[in-house]
């Protein structure tokens, strides 16, 4: 495309080909990884289609970790109580159709490229006037949420989950009020664009924080606490807080997920089954449910949900690439933990869930994270690792990543291999010639890594084979 600003002739092509076209048009734009942090450019766009996000209510959700499962938790039950819902979440693994989901489902192929040549020209016009000031097209991550607010919008929805992609307050989600804003636990993740102090990250995630609204949030630690609680204050929020206003009583680990006992400010709710791993995963439906409450409430008291409602809610969540098996014998987990908070995460759900004799790592990280505390926090669950690099420009050149594993593993439990379906095949062959039956194989660093891997064992094809985290 020699003009990446001109209007996409998509006449004549096939859906899939109109599909790519669009794609490599938003690709062409600043990364998510690359932007300048203002809201101005979303909120002209928003304004000049008729405020498309203020059609629907919307819980909108931050933190560090855990955002997506929560997100994808929260729609599940709003959905369950006969509520038509959007959801927004990011990155995807197969197709960017899968970050704007209307009632469950990616937004359809046809419905994707008519929605396309609506906002199109919107996208252009403001474009052209930033550019006259000298200032950046929208971006990528900006473009998808104008299409997922307009996409919402024209279905129509009642509901949109909403995560956000970066941040919170000049995050470019949040161009909408949350009826009900959701944070989850925040630790040290985009250093590079939200810096190394937690006081001041929890300021511009509190930004989702709207005036005399709901928010519901996860134990923090003492550093980010107090921030939060200002910003509720500062905004006449209601805010409820986990260990005060709710708390996991209990957990039970079983096959496929968990028993859960949860106390909200409306009810206690005994024994709920959550098919997702890990501890984390009991704390996040904590979120999901309260904040369910919160919404159905309007405003008013919280009432308890019903528990049929809440099982067949939990009972259809999914999140592919989040601790997902995908290939038995051995077996082979796919996770996208790319920060150390997230990998601690993921380490204690499979010691607790998993038996495994031996687990080989094949291990990808990008170049804007914390590479050696990645490491270090996988360095005593795995025997092996393997270690390569996804096709990403960002991606941490193999022997790079290398210098650094061999120093927290020892040069004999470190292989390399440029390829990643040639690393996939040396893991297993790891696992299979030393510990038969008993081994596993561990895909993990980052979500381009996974998202190649999930392709590679077709996993990509398979719908509900994912297990949150």
Do not use: C
């Amino acid at each position: 495309m020699t003009d990446p600003n001109a209007d996409l002739a998509l006449g004549g092509l096939t859906l899939d080909e109109a599909e790519r076209e669009i794609y490599s048009h938003i690709l062409s734009r600043n990364p998510e990884h690359d932007f300048d942090p203002k809201i101005s450019r979303v909120r002209e766009a928003v304004e000049l289609l008729g405020d498309p996000q203020r059609a629907f209510k919307v819980i909108h959700l931050t933190g560090t970790n855990g955002k997506t499962s929560t997100a994808r938790m929260v729609e599940s039950l709003v959905r369950e109580h006969g509520l038509r819902t959007g959801l927004f979440t990011s990155p995807h693994l197969s197709s960017v159709r899968e970050r704007i989901q209307i009632d469950g489902e990616p937004i359809a192929q046809d419905e994707f490229v008519r929605l396309w040549r609506d906002v199109a020209p919107i996208i252009h016009m403001v474009d052209a006037r930033s550019a006259e000031k000298d200032g950046p097209r929208l971006s990528f991550f900006e473009v998808l949420t104008v299409l997922a607010y307009a996409a919402f919008a024209d279905a129509p929805i009642d509901v949109a989950v909403i995560e956000v992609g970066m941040g919170g307050a000049w995050d470019a989600t949040n161009v909408a009020d949350g009826d009900v804003s959701v944070i989850t636990r925040v630790a040290l993740d985009h250093q590079q664009w939200l810096g190394d102090d937690l006081a001041g990250i929890a300021l511009e995630k509190s930004g989702i924080i709207k005036p005399h609204a709901t928010a519901v949030i996860a134990e923090q630690s003492e550093s980010v606490a107090p921030v939060l609680i200002k910003a509720a204050a500062e905004r006449e929020a209601r805010a409820l807080w986990e260990g005060d206003d709710m708390e996991v009583v209990d957990r039970q680990p079983g096959v496929g997920g968990q028993l859960v006992t949860l106390r909200t400010p409306a009810a206690r709710y005994e024994e709920l089954f959550v098919p997702l791993y890990g501890e984390y995963q009991a704390h996040n439906a904590l979120l999901a449910v309260v904040a369910v409450e919160s919404l159905l409430a309007d405003g008013g008291p919280l009432s308890a949900l019903n528990g049929e409602t809440l099982e067949a809610g939990f009972a259809a969540v999914t999140s592919p690439g989040r601790l997902e098996a995908v290939r038995t014998s051995p077996m082979i987990l796919v996770d996208a933990a790319h920060n150390p908070a997230g990998i601690d995460a993921l380490v204690g759900a499979i010691e607790e869930s998993f038996a495994f004799e031996a687990l080989v790592g094949v291990v990808g990280i990008l170049s804007d994270k914390d590479a050696e505390g990645i490491l270090a926090g996988l360095e005593p669950l795995l025997d092996e690792v393997v270690l390569t690099a996804s096709a990403s420009a960002r991606a941490i050149p193999v022997d790079e990543l290398a210098e650094i594993a061999e120093k927290l593993f020892g040069e004999d439990r470190v292989r390399r291999s440029e390829s990643l379906p040639d690393a996939l095949d040396q893991a297993v062959q790891l696992a299979e010639a030393e510990h038969d039956m008993g081994a596993g194989v561990l895909v993990v660093g980052s979500v381009t890594v996974i998202a190649e891997a999930r392709v590679l064992l077709g996993a990509d094809n398979r719908k509900g084979t994912g297990r949150a985290r």
